[in-house]
């Protein structure tokens, strides 16, 4: 079987465990701002572990995050030296076949579909940030998608880039099997597919969910592929996500202790073992994770 591409893990949960700052409702993007080196080490310390692909770090950077938590002049800035950190920790490894993602997540918040915006305000704000991060980016991935809309918005104005487009959604820990695989939102995730599909994304991939529940809705996806794109995952290591709120901090978020690195690549083997042909890690999932599993599907 071909090796699949491997995906860095979460960038946000592990900056501010090495950051000396205090958490801000801001998130990474704080750090990314007063302590740009963290995030290009990191970066790098992901390829090092074997990530083929590194996503920049601009998940909480949007127009109405900043707006709410920040200032809204700090946009441009964050997604510069985001981009800079990641070309920086790119030519800092001497692999030039690793790629850049750019970063399209949930505007407002993460999870809380009822916090997400209209269409075509989230469209106009999407495209406002693939202009941003184009420059740097090798793909677009519009990542912890919620709601269809929102994720039908993040495609739109990837695709508008005539770069690679991965779309990955996240689905409700609950979820145990097909017939109750829903998204945040509630709506169906086979109703979800079926809404991007014709949108022509290179890739669908489920994210930010624990990794029990992207295995129960693995069959889902399988059913959904076809030759033109691919599939893939890349789970979060929380105990649960149900208490975060639009402005909150992620001290409110605990780690689960059973998601060793040895433990989360045997959920990830299982993925590539079932089609998966892109696989990495979320939030709580760290460079000796991906190292770990970097090791198990080359080794």
């Known amino acids: ?60 950077a949007t127009p109405p995050r900043l707006t709410r938590d920040a200032q809204i002049d700090l946009l441009p800035v964050l997604h510069e030296q985001a981009q800079l950190m990641a070309e ?9 076949d690793v790629h850049i993602a750019g970063c399209l997540p949930p505007l407002v918040a993460s999870y809380k579909a009822d916090a997400c915006l209209a269409f075509e305000q989230s469209l106009h704000i999407y495209r406002e940030l693939v202009a941003l991060q184009a420059p740097a980016s090798d793909i677009f991935i519009c990542e912890t998608m919620s709601s269809i809309d929102e994720a039908k918005a993040a495609c739109t104005a990837a695709k508008e880039s005539g770069k690679e487009t991965w779309v990955a959604f996240s689905v409700k820990d609950a979820c145990s099997s097909d017939a109750d695989a829903l998204l945040r939102s509630g709506e169906s995730l086979n109703a979800a597919l079926l809404a991007i599909l014709p949108m022509q994304p290179d890739a669908v991939l489920l994210n930010c969910s624990v990794p029990e529940a992207i295995t129960a809705c693995w069959a889902l996806l399988q059913t959904h592929a076809a030759p033109t794109f691919r599939i893939g995952a890349y789970a979060n290591g929380f105990t649960s996500v149900e208490s975060l709120y639009p402005g909150d901090t992620v001290e409110v978020l605990t780690a689960r202790k059973d998601l060793s690195p040895s433990q989360y690549a045997n959920h990830a083997m299982h993925w590539f073992n079932e089609g998966a042909s892109i696989v990495g890690g979320c939030c709580e999932i760290g460079p000796a994770h991906i190292d770990e599993l970097s090791k198990k599907l080359r080794g």
């Open 88 to 96: 920086q920790a790119r030519m800092r490894s001497n692999r030039d």
């Open 1 to 60: 079987m071909k090796i699949p591409l491997i995906l860095d893990g979460g960038m946000g949960q592990e900056l501010l465990r090495r950051s000396a700052r205090p958490i801000t409702p801001m998130w990474s993007a704080d750090i990314m701002l007063h302590e740009p080196q963290l995030v290009a080490d990191l970066h790098l310390e992901f390829i090092k572990a074997g990530a083929d692909v590194i996503t920049l770090n601009t998940y909480t």
